[in-house]
């Protein structure tokens, strides 16, 4: 019979919800969309676990990802009645089951945690003649820890990496050698990283049995948040606490996972029915968070996802009343985006909305700077949640001093080139970095040199003295006292937040998805999944937006998100694809292309570039896809541009598959525009057509 306080606990919850607090006691899954009050239904199931007496509460562990997270649970808890449970990280309940039971299973005092890995990490890449600079050592610490994260160990890494397409930030050889060092400073020292505080729970569960009957004993009842976030490491601890039990409730959405370069995987979320046969599944739909117009549309933009196993695929139902519409908004250059999206503002704070429940979400870091700019012009304050503003960063602030010393001696030429040159001594390459903190590094200094450009197509005669001037008054106004505001977030940053008006911003093909992610439909995907977490952390205003170029009076070559297509109304004036020299327009998504092979029609970004499916035979010319390499890279140096800007790999091979012999062949291969044809045409048929002399 339920009592009063359980009754208590069910009112106000849907019936989804409801569901899943009275699913019995043993193994529970819940599928939970963006904004159904996911956190809200896992606290009233602790505490309905409690009030019938199902576990005590002292003996509950939930865990999730983040602090706050794990804060905002707790208290919840609280004012439900139920302080004794316990709501941790993962990492924070293994170092709390770790320092008490470390003198049973060690013998001395506990080893103490690093505080920050980077000066044994340098130590170690020293030792083995790795590169040292900062932002390498930043990369070579993420890249132990997903390792780590992986269950991958040093000797297994360069097989890993291999099977799994992943790009190391130096030869896998070497970071073998760095991962290896690094571990055998750390214990020599006695320390310990938060990996170690997993992996060592994870052992002393597994190898003493007494400890791991003691801890069992403690905790019975077992609550996962976040589910599809979670490592192999943290799913060997979740193991390791269990035993043989069954009494755990997971929660998760597959189509939020966009962790997966740290290690996350949905697979322990998508194979929890067949790791227990007889769980109980409840699938919350109900979007409480934001209106039937924004729902809609994040529906629209998961629904084309080509990676979701039947039974995860969760499709949102608005509960609020209506709101307005999306707006999609294309301009011609990134300020006038800029401009536009501060005008928004400016008349959304006028009418009454808190600047504090404004967000201007972007795909990386480096774009931030032109909308710090922007706000600035327009008097709006603002916060760069998880990132420092663009002029405070340590590159920009070293590009700065090197364009500063280059100035004096008042060289002669194109300012923009001699931007360019002046950077490469700080770091700014022709190839960017395969990613993580060097490719941030390298996206920053590009933005600079990106806004010298936009300089000397509007300011005649500007010249480097001018640059930094420029460079300096942005700076200094970029730098108000900190206040509330409005915030500026990269998409990864804003993942369990929410806010009354969402501007997406910069949704270019390039930047997303990202440039390295083509080519992979994994990542790809990964990417697509990216925005429709931006699009979901809108409660009722979302506006999406991109620009067709750079810089005022740049060509406009770009092209708009390609995971737009299909969103964006028939009748809308931005929908339409530039397909020719003329930019003659047309509407509505590019026709469904069939396989040059076997005939079916053509799945994903891979298979439309190359003109057929990926899994029929490959009819790729050696010769002059390396003729094709070579002349890449002449003509990268020749222009000072990254080799992608000229064409991408999978283009590349596209063209050393279909060997197009005129124009209209070429530009029928999926990223080959008119802007290309004009600047690269002529070379590439050449190689095609007569090999390599004639496009000597």
């Known amino acids: 019979m339920v009592g009063e306080a359980e009754k208590n606990l069910l009112e106000g919850l849907d019936p989804d919800q409801r569901a899943a607090v009275q699913a019995p006691r043993g193994p529970v899954c819940v599928l939970a969309g963006a904004g159904t009050g996911k956190t809200r239904t896992i606290t009233h199931r602790i505490a309905y676990l409690v009030h019938t007496g199902h576990v005590a509460a002292g003996q509950v562990l939930a865990v999730t990802f983040t602090n706050r997270a794990a804060g905002e649970m707790r208290t919840r808890l609280r004012a439900l009645g139920i302080p004794a449970a316990q709501a941790r990280t993962f990492h924070s309940a293994a170092l709390r089951q770790l320092r008490y039971f470390w003198p049973r299973v060690v013998g001395d005092a506990p080893w103490d945690l690093i505080e920050g890995k980077l000066r044994l990490v340098g130590q170690?890449?020293?030792?083995?003649?790795?590169?040292?600079?900062?932002?390498?050592?930043?990369?070579?610490?993420?890249?132990?820890?997903?390792?780590?994260?992986?269950?991958?160990?040093p000797d297994d890494y360069p097989e890993s990496v291999r099977r799994r397409h992943r790009t190391p930030p130096v030869p896998a050889e070497q970071v073998v050698k760095v991962y290896q060092g690094y571990e055998r400073l750390k214990n020599q020292a006695k320390l310990l990283d938060f990996d170690d505080l997993l992996l060592h729970t994870a052992a002393v569960l597994e190898d003493h049995a007494q400890v791991a009957e003691e801890f069992r004993e403690r905790y019975r009842c077992f609550v996962v948040d976040e589910y599809q976030d979670v490592t192999p490491l943290q799913q060997r601890v979740l193991n390791g606490w269990l035993g043989q039990r069954d009494d755990l409730t997971v929660v998760g959405d597959a189509n939020q996972t966009i962790y997966s370069f740290a290690g996350a995987s949905?697979?322990?979320?998508?194979?929890?029915?067949?790791?227990?046969p007889d769980a109980s599944v409840v699938r919350l739909e109900r979007d409480y968070r934001s209106t039937p117009q924004v729902v809609t549309l994040a529906n629209q933009v998961i629904a084309a996802a080509r990676d979701r196993p039947a039974g995860s695929r969760l499709k949102l139902i608005g509960q609020r009343a209506a709101g307005p519409v999306p707006q999609f908004n294309e301009y011609d250059d990134e300020p006038a985006e800029a401009n536009a999206v501060a005008k928004r503002i400016k008349d959304l704070v006028d009418a009454g909305t808190p600047l504090s429940e404004i967000a201007v979400l972007y795909r990386v870091n480096a774009q931030s700077e032109v909308f710090e700019q922007a706000l600035t012009e327009a008097g709006i304050p603002y916060l760069v949640r998880g990132g420092e503003r663009f002029f405070e960063r340590q590159e920009v602030r070293q590009a700065m001093s090197a364009l500063r010393m280059a100035s004096a001696d008042a060289p002669g030429g194109e300012l923009p080139e001699l931007v360019r040159r002046s950077l490469e001594r700080v770091g700014l390459t022709a190839e960017p970095p395969s990613g993580g903190s060097a490719r941030e590094r390298w996206e920053s200094l590009l933005a600079i040199v990106e806004l010298a450009e936009e300089l000397t197509a509007t300011l005649e005669g500007a010249d480097l003295p001018r640059f930094v001037a420029e460079l300096e008054t942005r700076a200094a106004a970029q730098h108000p006292p900190t206040v509330e505001g409005v915030t500026l977030a990269s998409l990864h940053a804003s993942k369990g937040l929410e806010w009354d008006v969402v501007f997406l911003i910069g949704l270019v093909d390039g930047t997303l998805p990202i440039q390295f992610a083509d080519g992979d439909e994994a990542a790809v995907e990964e990417e697509r999944r990216l925005l429709?977490?931006?699009?979901?952390?809108?409660?009722?205003?979302?506006?999406?937006?991109?620009?067709?170029?750079?810089?005022?009076?740049?060509?406009?070559?770009?092209?708009?998100?390609?995971?737009l297509y299909g969103l964006i109304p028939?009748?809308?004036?931005?929908?339409?694809?530039?397909?020719?020299?003329q930019h003659n327009h047309s509407k509505g998504p590019a026709p469904k292309l069939s396989c040059r092979i076997c005939g079916r029609s053509l799945v994903g970004t891979v298979a439309t570039k190359l003109g057929r499916c990926t899994d029929c035979?490959?009819?790729?010319?050696?010769?002059?896809?390396?003729?094709?390499?070579?002349w890449r890279m002449t003509r990268a140096k020749e222009l000072k541009v990254p080799a992608f800007v000229v064409f991408t790999d999978a283009t590349l091979m596209a063209i050393a598959e279909q060997r197009p012999r005129d124009p209209a062949g070429l530009v029928s291969i999926s990223g080959i525009g008119a802007a290309k044809l004009d600047r690269f045409g002529g070379d590439v048929l050449a190689l095609v057509n007569d090999g390599p002399a004639a496009a000597g």
């Open 124 to 153: 170690a890449a020293h030792k083995v003649g790795a590169p040292t600079e900062v932002e390498v050592l930043r990369d070579l610490a993420s890249e132990i820890e997903w390792a780590k994260a992986s269950l991958i160990s």
């Open 266 to 276: 949905p697979r322990p979320l998508l194979e929890f029915t067949r790791r227990f």
């Open 532 to 563: 429709y977490v931006g699009v979901t952390r809108a409660r009722e205003h979302l506006w999406l937006s991109w620009s067709l170029s750079r810089s005022p009076g740049g060509r406009r070559h770009r092209r708009r998100c390609r995971f």
């Open 570 to 581: 028939d009748d809308h004036p931005t929908a339409r694809v530039v397909r020719n020299n």
């Open 617 to 630: 035979p490959s009819d790729v010319d050696e010769e002059l896809l390396s003729r094709l390499r070579d």
